[in-house]
């Protein structure tokens, strides 16, 4: 940030000033955020939740701050956290709109990683100041993710007049602002759900196979290999691809499909397509022969028809 903006008039469109901060949806996300502004100096003043875990975790995170509706957070806040799903940031949207509940200058921040700005034009043509943030991290709903926001990237569109005050927000909360044209946001979405969602449920998939092997601390034995793995593959991408897959072992490929067919026949079907989609990486970079591609495409495209 500039280090003279201090002395400088406290704009919205130019840096945000100390801001009371509201929070409609208590989810795991805006929570956390809240508590990050917190420490940077804003002022959470209202927050809204309907489930009881959305009330607990507002209770734990923000203990001081009273739970209203979402209309009554509008009213007491200067920059507003939409922190809902992502279906149903939309019509909350124009819920507010109609409502009357947006004031012109107001601060409306999402942070769904699908949507940029655009579903907040009703807003905008309220009056209202639209930035979309997306912390690309998970996020538990406890006091940690506080800690994980520093060094985070956040997917950041705004109005191009907006783009320094979205930035500097995103540094307050420890993040690192990364640009996303609004077109682009879908993509770069999936990009992150293909990453983290799934990982997950191959982490998890991996555990329970190793379970059933006999292993008596699958996470033990998983988290230095998959640490390792990921390390390597945020360094060298398609380099650090390893195992029977890239080196052509059709033979071992075939006996890992026959034993999840009889251990675990709901991951046979992602283990297929994750293989294909490696022996394609591989073939690409050359680390796949194509004389051994061929027999390890046909063991996958058996498996498939089994």
Known sequence: MNPTAAQ?????????ARLTVGVVGAGRVGPALAVSLQLAGHRPVAV????????????????????????DVLARAELVLLTVPDDALPGLVDGLVETGAVRPGQLLVHTSGRFGTKVLEPALRAGALP??????????????????????????????????????????????????????????????????????TLVAQ???LLRTAGVAAPDRMLGPLLGAALDN????????????????????????VAELRKHAPAAVSGYLAMARTTA?????????????AEDLLGVLAEGDLR
């Not at 400088?8 to 945000?16: G, H, I, K, S, T």
């Not at 809204?48 to 209309?71: C, F, K, N, Q, T």
């Not at 591989?282 to 194509?290: E, F, N, T």
Request: net charge negative; with cysteine; charged share 20%.
């Open 280 to 292: 394609d990486r591989a073939l690409a970079h050359g680390m796949l022969k194509p004389e051994l």
């Open 8 to 16: 400088e008039p406290l704009d919205p469109r130019d840096r945000p």
């Open 48 to 71: 809204s939740g309907v489930s009881d875990a959305s009330r607990r975790r507002a209770a734990a995170l923000l203990p001081d701050v009273p739970l209203v509706p979402p209309a």
């Open 233 to 256: 593959a945020l360094r060298s991408g398609d380099a650090a691809l390893t195992g029977p897959v890239a080196r052509g072992d059709a033979g071992t490929v075939a006996a890992h």
């Open 131 to 200: 930035l979309a943030l997306h912390p690309a991290m998970t996020f538990t709903g406890t006091a940690v993710d506080v800690q994980r926001l520093a060094g985070c990237s956040f997917g950041v569109t705004a109005p191009e007049e907006l783009r320094l005050a979205a930035e500097a927000l995103v540094i307050e909360m420890g993040g690192e602002p990364e640009w996303i044209e609004e077109q682009n946001r879908p993509l770069y979405h999936a990009a992150l759900a293909l990453g983290a969602n799934h990982l997950v």
């Open 206 to 208: 991996s555990m329970d």
